[in-house]
């Protein structure tokens, strides 16, 4: 079989002939998939057409009530001063990287956005002497805020901001 023989033979399905071996006319049932795709693409068509006809009423986008970029930085050994761990918070709606965004954009409502009002969470930390600088930078409702301090240990500073904002 020459190529080009077997090329217009390869295309078609088995058993249906195609529109030039019956002379170029197409048969009723030849059309009955192409009405089914014309039916398809009219009412898609439709659909973008009454999409663009109608504009969106959404409403812009919101600015979330607070953004905050959370770091530690251990303040000795061999990284010191370099970031040893952040993350990004967004509060209404919550999000970010910060694993429990929810619980921290809670606290953090309730001390008005200002790290240093939340309350200190009470447990045990070990007195082990690993110095780290946590910080909170970032805006709450339009104001920015700021919060640094070194502490003694990460357990200490996550039990002074109490106990989510700075957790791994």
Known sequence: MSGAAGASTTNRRPGRPG???RGGRIREEDMTMSR?????AAALAGTAVIAQAAP??????QEPAGAYLLMVAP?????TGKTLWWKTLWCGPDGGTLRSAPQACEQLESADGEVAR???REGPCTLEYAPVRVSADGTWRGEPRHFARTYPNRCAAMRDTG??????
């Open 19 to 21: 529109a030039a071996d």
């Open 36 to 40: 089914a795709r014309f039916r398809w």
């Open 56 to 61: 969106a009423q959404a409403q812009p986008p």
């Open 75 to 79: 303040q000795e050994g061999p990284v």
């Open 118 to 120: 939340i309350p200190a």
């Open 163 to 168: 106990g989510i904002l700075f957790r791994e």
